[in-house]
């Protein structure tokens, strides 16, 4: 080997190194993000706030071993634009586990609730509604001693200043504010449940991904929440599957 | 090793092209990037990097479409405020009155770029950034500055700057409706826009664009995004299709004509020089230019039809040398310099009045409980003007055909077709009058018309200047042309009077304006002159010919530097040609005699067409007992037409006709000959001397003038 060809090598290994070591030293995974909803000392643990070994979702495509039940709200609002018509009624399964919180509404079927897990140390968990619960930092969707839920956690309502208690907005302009808008409101959220569009203003998908984001769905060509979104790495914040500097998230897909 | 190196330039220099094409075309290098890194951008923040951020959020978006972070724009909006014409309000056009503010009205999406581009919300202030809630009011990136901004803010000094009043710019929350029309009594009007409407929303999300409210209206509108395309300026100023020969603006309007006229096909060069500079007029020719020549589609001067600059001017345009100013190229019809004459129409004196399709509405004016104002066809102050317009369409106007060659004053020859528009370029398309008497018999004769009829398109030139020069902008006179006009009277002494009145073939003589003289139904046998009595070109045809107004009005200096056309001229009547003076002599005090005439006076006017050999007046007659007599002691003063055969007037008429009120006329009976030569005394009953009843029916002879 010539000693050009060994400095080659030598270069391209620690750029894999360093790669790896930025995945692996960077605080990038669930623990301690707002996903963890585990209190210290719990009993909970960090991914039984949605997985579990055992009697996991019988929902058909719930596969991650789903430790919820999903709701069963039965009208959403999806997005539409004068360029876009939403697709389906309802979410993809891939998305419905997310808005299994992130609707921000209480279903009204019971086993559906936000406080109740399929599963955990072999029966079904409900946790306290006194925001005492040994088990849960109920902080995590709770704007701290109160009833009210953290604002950017809610998919399903149209943003409202009043539920996040900070001053209200001067909205002078009636309607940008309410709508009327039926069951689970998703039309102020990008779309989701979408195919992936194929024309000059998307960058293609290649495999079921668009560089690195996945589409899912049987055929793999359906934009979902995690689409963007990975759920156990906060190395981007927000949860971001990739750096959003300069647009990099959005610009991925959309050709503008 | 050499190989590897070479594919790796290759490749290193595709990535490069790719790149840079899809530089020009995506909104990371455009003006709309206002983040940190922002190539080449004036206007960005000083720490924000990401790029959507400014306007768009994926989450908790308000309004929802199109996932909007913007902080909106408050502004009213209302009626006013907003783009509006006569035009549009003439031909029933659905005028908006105010920008929607939800989702499924009309406006709402150009709300949506006005919320930075009306200057009332900074830059910075979007709703949410990377979950943090803004303070409403307080710019969450507070660092937006550059060039055309002041804290935060877009201002006036920034070209993107539109403010909150729209009226100067293109409308907006309009809807598209090709199907308007605007009936005349001679032809329809249609609104000129494409049958074949832009796509809806179309996807891919390219090209110029309609979009529907779903508020119920079924169709298309314009908004901001129907001509830009925010994320993409890849034709410039984020247009959705290129300026030049006016790709853009022809996707949606088709002017009748357009393509063939002057203004579509000059290739006189553009002048973006001295007060122009500003105008940033696109394209190095007037062709190329097109709309965008006369046209600004955001903040041009001239309100409403986003004119450059106020009426005339945006004709003249400044100093430029590409249009009609006084600094223009003397080929390019330089037309302003002729307005600093004495007499001319007020096009540069009075401003403010002209409304679109005016002719429709000489009285009336507008619809029943319409506020915008008395405005139509008049000669009151309210109303009374005149702009280049009234008389051109810059639309259809062309160079060809020029119906004088250099150096004439007339065409070079003359038919019963010389009165049509077909004869001049710079006239099609001009709405016109035709006015109308009931019947061909005598009661008809030296009266006011009965009616008119509006057409969409003059057919013969004084249809044109009859617009204003008749009963049907002077309003109802009595018993005379002039009766009731007198106070319309211009400061320069010239009377206004009912051309069509004068002009009417029913009539017992005049000019072969309407028609030739053959088809003047009162007039008696010889109707016509002999081609001996006239000049070239008008002693051809004679009985068929017929002739423009603009024959006998003009500039004064038609033959040399001045632009052709009764736009404005040095001698009282803009009265052209060899002569110029009528019915005094250039010291403007001398009237003309009968010895002028035979003498050849050149300065006479009626000289440059009238022979003065072969007939009464030939200086071989026996007439020098009529030496002395003027003009005005037998002809009317204004010859535009007679109630008596050969614009004789009778010692009854009243001023102008007969001149000054100075009893010149001196005639109280008369009786045509059967030619020329053959006139008798008995002809001619005077004070001078009298003759048996010449003007009843026992004075004996055919064709005694009542």
Known sequence: MKVGAKRRVLVVGLMILSMLGMAVVAQGTILNSKHDLSKSGGAIGVCAFCHTPHFASSVTDVKPLWNRALQSFSTYSMYDSPTFTHQNATPSTASLMCLGCHDGINSAAPTESKHVLLNVGGS????????????????????????????????????????????????????????????INLTDDHPISMVYPSNSQFVAAVSGKVDTLPLYGASKNMVECPSCHDPHNTTNGLFLRKSNAGSALCLTCHIK | MKNFVKILIVFVMMGTAVLSFAGSAFITNTKHNLSKNALGVAIKSGTETEICVFCHIPHGARPSVPLWSHEMTASAYTSGQLYDSDYLYRFGYNIPTTLGSLPNEAGYLSRLCLSCHDGTVALGSIHMLRGITATPGTPIIGDVSGTGTTGGYLTASSSSFLGTNLRDDHPIAIEYDPTKTKAFGSGTRGIELNNTAPSITPSPYTGVKLFKPSGGNVKGHVECTSCHDPHNDTNGQFLTAGKLNGALCTTCHQKVGWSAGIHKTSTVAIDNSGDNSSLAIPGSTIAEASCLACHKSHSGSGTPYLLRKIEENSCFNGTSASCHGASATAGNKKIESVFTKTYKHPATTISGKHTNLDVLYPTTLYATGDTRGVKGLGWGADVKHSECVDCHNPHKASNTPARLLAGSWYPSSVDS???????????????????????????????????????????????????????????????????????????????????????????????????????????????LLTAGQM???????????????????????????????????????????????????????????????????????????????????????????????????????????????????????????????????????????????????????????????PGTPNCGGFGCDP
């Open chain 2, 417 to 527: 077709t010389s009165n049509q528009i077909s004869k001049s370029g710079a006239l099609p398309g001009v709405t016109g009058i035709e006015p109308g008497w009931a019947g061909t018999s005598t009661t008809y004769t030296w009266v006011q018309a009965s009616s008119y009829t509006t057409y969409e398109s003059s057919v013969y030139e004084y249809q044109i200047c009859l617009k204003c020069h008749s009963s049907y902008a002077l309003g109802t006179a009595s018993s005379t042309p002039v009766s009731g006009y007198q106070s319309l009277s211009d400061p320069t002494n010239v009377y206004f009077t009912d051309v069509a009145w004068e002009i009417n073939p029913r009539n017992m003589s005049g000019h072969p304006v309407m028609t030739g003289l053959n088809n003047f139904y009162n007039s008696s046998i010889p109707k």
């Open chain 1, 124 to 183: 079904k968990y409900t946790f306290s509604t006194n925001f005492a619960d040994a088990n849960v930092n109920c902080n995590s969707c709770h704007v701290g001693g109160t009833s009210s839920l953290k604002q950017n956690l809610q998919m399903g309502w149209w943003y409202n200043p009043d539920l996040s208690g900070g001053a209200a907005a001067p909205l002078t302009i009636p309607g940008y504010e309410k709508n009327v808008i039926n069951g």
């Open chain 2, 535 to 693: 000049k070239a070109p008008w002693n051809i045809n004679v009985g068929t010919q017929t002739m423009y107004c603009s024959d006998c009005h003009g500039a004064d200096s038609e033959t040399g530097t001045d632009s052709r056309g009764p736009h404005a001229s040095n001698r009282k009547f803009m009265l052209k040609g060899t002569g110029q003076y009528w019915p005094k002599k250039s010291d403007g005090t001398t009237y003309w005699k009968l010895s002028d005439w035979k003498a050849g006076a050149t300065d006479l006017f009626c000289n440059n067409c009238h022979a003065s050999s072969n007939e009464v007046h030939a200086p071989t007659a026996n007439n020098t007992v009529h030496d002395n007599y003027l003009c005005v002691n037998c002809h009317v003063a204004v010859p535009h037409g007679a109630k008596r055969s050969r614009l004789i007037g009778y010692s009854s008429e009243v001023m102008p006709y007969n001149d000054n009120n100075t009893n010149a006329l001196k005639i109280q009976g008369f009786r045509k000959a059967s030619s020329p030569t053959n006139y008798v005394k008995a002809d001619c009953n005077t004070s001078c001397h009298v003759v048996t009843n």
